[in-house]
């Protein structure tokens, strides 16, 4: 159990069976009265937010939550198969928890989950990712202005938005947590 | 030159108004006659009060408040007093807390809270036109125009109105708290002078004498200016007897809640036993009104360390 001294912005606690995430929190001491702490709480399920105000009698709940690495093995139909690299395990994630980061994975890339009472819940990737554009129209040389984009398709047939002067056959990164394109790492043939 | 010193650097313009806020106050009572006392940081026996945490210090405690201090400057015949000084309240900390911050407490024998509502009134004027040569100011966007007449609302009309209940005929302790911050101060928000907050009920009264002709609000009042609240006045409660059971009370309430009860100040006791004059007095937060003088959204703006 947290009391309410214990919350701050970042702290993943349980309400309603959910794990939530703190997302705004003020301290609030009216006049001569008790503390409050107002939060602001985000559903890592569902991705709702709600406002709640605590007491400084409040207990709230812990959730069970545990971070796994894991590495990715392959997609098998709706399901995406990691593995525990010490265990030898194999946990499947539905494309649904992955969301749009499903379309950066590669083999062998280690990432991060997190599950709630054993059910996987988020999944963290590498911060970048290096991607082959497969097909784009031809890059207008000489044009490195990055704020006119035009769309791209990488390995996988993903479409991202790239700068003019991206060329099929470079190889790009990608921001997975934005989804969006950071920069060229190296120009293809 | 370092991040913290860089920080510090960026402050200047902050600590500058903050400065001139310092200055206006002490002209405005000096101008006024009031003398400036300081009495003890350290303190044996610290106010007894239900949600007022002390710093402990040794085997003493940080002062919450000069406020038992300056009474007894009261009983023994000083009639026009100010202090302006560091505070301390435990585990208090956002963007309108600090546990160590500083506040002004003025005090005048022969007067009630309707005396110190005049005080309070001129010295916000003195303080926004001395610092700023102006009648209003902006913060966050908000206008606040403190030569306009200020509201005056009850407590139980304004429960009425924004919460739709009446906290002086049944007190909830839980929900007057949470509703002060969740629909009274966001209304407060809304206005644009500054608004008097007045008559309490009688459950919260903390150190304020009932009203003699409606004993179920205290003579205590909240200024609120752009929804801060800014300041808390009393009409003294100089009734021994009555003030005992308060501090009995809040030293039960604690101890039932694990916390700390403070010893019993006999020296106060004497001096009410002696005898305090009817007297106003009020603790307004120095910290709180430079941010609105410098339209810094936090405290920490406004303070130059807040370790």
């Given amino acids: 159990m947290y009391t309410a001294s214990d919350l701050r912005k970042g702290l993943k606690i349980e309400m309603d069976g959910a794990p939530c995430v703190i997302t705004d929190f003020q301290f609030m001491k009216p006049g001569k009265g008790q503390a409050l702490y107002r939060c602001k709480i985000k559903n890592l399920i569902t991705g709702g937010t709600v406002d709640k105000t ?3 009698v409040d207990k709230i709940d812990k959730p069970n939550l545990e971070e796994r690495d894991l590495i990715y093995s392959y997609q098998d139909g709706e399901h995406y198969v990691f593995m525990d690299s010490s265990t030898y395990d194999q946990v499947l994630i539905d494309a649904e928890v992955l969301g749009e980061q499903r379309h950066f994975l590669a083999e062998d890339m280690e990432v991060q989950i997190l599950f709630h009472n054993n ?14 554009i497969e097909e784009t129209e031809p890059g207008a040389r000489g044009d490195t202005a990055t704020n006119v984009m035009k769309p791209a398709r990488i390995e996988n047939g993903y479409e991202i938005q790239v700068p003019l002067f991206i060329n099929q056959g470079d190889r790009v990164r990608i921001d997975t ?6 920069d060229r790492v190296s120009k293809g043939f | 030159m370092n991040t913290g010193l860089q920080r510090l650097h960026a402050k200047r313009a902050a600590l500058e108004r903050r400065a001139a806020c310092l200055r206006a106050i002490r002209e405005f009572f000096h101008s006024r006659d009031f003398m400036e006392v300081e009495t003890p940081v350290r303190l044996r026996a610290p106010a007894q009060e239900r949600h007022i945490d002390a710093e402990p210090a040794g085997a003493l405690f940080l002062r919450t408040s000069p406020e038992l201090h300056m009474k007894r400057l009261l009983a023994a015949g000083y009639e026009r007093l100010y202090q302006m000084g560091p505070c301390f309240r435990r585990n208090e900390r956002g963007p309108l807390h600090h546990p160590e911050y500083t506040m002004l407490e003025w005090y005048r024998a022969a007067a009630d809270y309707h005396d110190i509502r005049r005080d309070t009134i001129d010295l916000i004027r003195h303080v926004t036109r ?3 040569g102006a009648e209003q100011f902006v913060w966050q966007g908000r206008t606040i125009r403190t030569n306009d007449e200020w509201s005056v ?5 304004a429960f009425m109105q924004w919460a739709g209940w009446d906290p002086v005929a049944a007190y909830e302790p839980d929900r007057f708290d949470l509703d002060l911050v969740e629909k009274i101060e966001p209304a407060l928000r809304e206005q644009e002078s500054p608004v008097i907050l007045t008559d309490y009920p009688q459950a919260a009264a903390a150190l304020a004498r009932l009203k003699p002709d409606d004993p179920d609000v205290a003579e205590r009042w909240e200024l609120y200016i752009a929804g801060l609240e800014i300041a808390n006045a009393y009409s003294e409660l100089t009734e021994p007897r009555e003030q005992r059971e308060r501090f009995n009370q809040c030293a039960e309430q604690r101890r039932a809640a694990g916390l700390t009860a403070y010893p019993v100040d ?6 009410l036993e002696h005898g305090l004059p009817p007297c106003g007095g009020i603790a307004l937060g120095v910290d709180r009104l430079v941010m609105l003088l410098a339209d810094a959204p936090t405290l920490a703006d406004v303070v130059a360390f807040t370790e």
Avoid: C, D, M, Q
């Avoid at chain 1, 059910?119 to 082959?132: A, C, D, G, Q, Y």
């Avoid at chain 1, 947590?177 to 950071?182: F, I, S």
């Avoid at chain 2, 609302?153 to 009309?157: E, L």
């Fill in chain 2, 266 to 271: 006999t020296a106060f006791f004497a001096a």
């Fill in chain 1, 119 to 132: 059910r996987p819940i988020e999944v963290t990737l590498p911060f970048f990712v290096e991607k082959t």
């Fill in chain 2, 130 to 132: 001395a610092v700023l």
């Fill in chain 2, 153 to 157: 609302i009850s407590v139980r009309n």
């Fill in chain 1, 54 to 56: 605590f007491r400084a």
């Fill in chain 1, 177 to 182: 947590r934005t989804g969006k394109y950071a």
